[in-house]
C-alpha cells in the first residue's frame, strides 16, 4: 500500500546534483525508519541509504557513502536524499520506504510502506 509520496526526481548530467522529497500525508515518522531503495531497468531493488526519524542515525550503501545525504524536516514532515556527484549507473527509478522501527535493515521485504517512485536519470 502506498503510503508516501516521493517527488525531485529528473534528468541530470554526470556529476551533478539532484534532491529528492518523501512525505507521508496525515503521517508522522516518530520511531520509524525511512529508507530510500532504487531499481534501474532488469536490476533488482537495491538498498540506498536509510535513517532512524526520532534518532537521526543513518546507515548508506557503499555505492553512494560519500555523495548521498539523507535528512529530514521535522517540522514538515519530509525526509530527503541529497544526491550529489550522480553517476549514469544512479540511474533507476527511486523509492521512499517506511517500516515502524528504530534498527535500520536494508532488505525491502520489510518496509510496509513505499511511494510510487521518482525516476533519476544520469546522461553521460
Known amino acids: 500500500q502506498r503510503q508516501l509520496v516521493e517527488s525531485g526526481g529528473g534528468l541530470v548530467q554526470a556529476g551533478g546534483s539532484l534532491r529528492l522529497s518523501c512525505v507521508a500525508p496525515g503521517r508522522t515518522f516518530s520511531r520509524h525508519t525511512l529508507a530510500w531503495f532504487r531499481q534501474a531497468p532488469g536490476k533488482e531493488r537495491e538498498f540506498v541509504a536509510a535513517m532512524t526519524w526520532s534518532e537521526g542515525n543513518t546507515y548508506y550503501a557503499g555505492s553512494v557513502k560519500g555523495r548521498f545525504t539523507t535528512s529530514r524536516d521535522n517540522a514538515n514532515n519530509t525526509v530527503y536524499l541529497q544526491m550529489n556527484s550522480l553517476k549514469p549507473e544512479d540511474t533507476a527509478v527511486y523509492y521512499c520506504?517506511?517500516?515502524?522501527?528504530?534498527?535500520?535493515?536494508?532488505?525491502?521485504?520489510?518496509?510496509?510502506?513505499w511511494g510510487q517512485g521518482t525516476q533519476v536519470t544520469v546522461s553521460s
Open positions: 520506504a517506511a517500516r515502524q522501527s528504530i534498527v535500520i535493515l536494508t532488505t525491502a521485504a520489510v518496509y510496509p510502506y
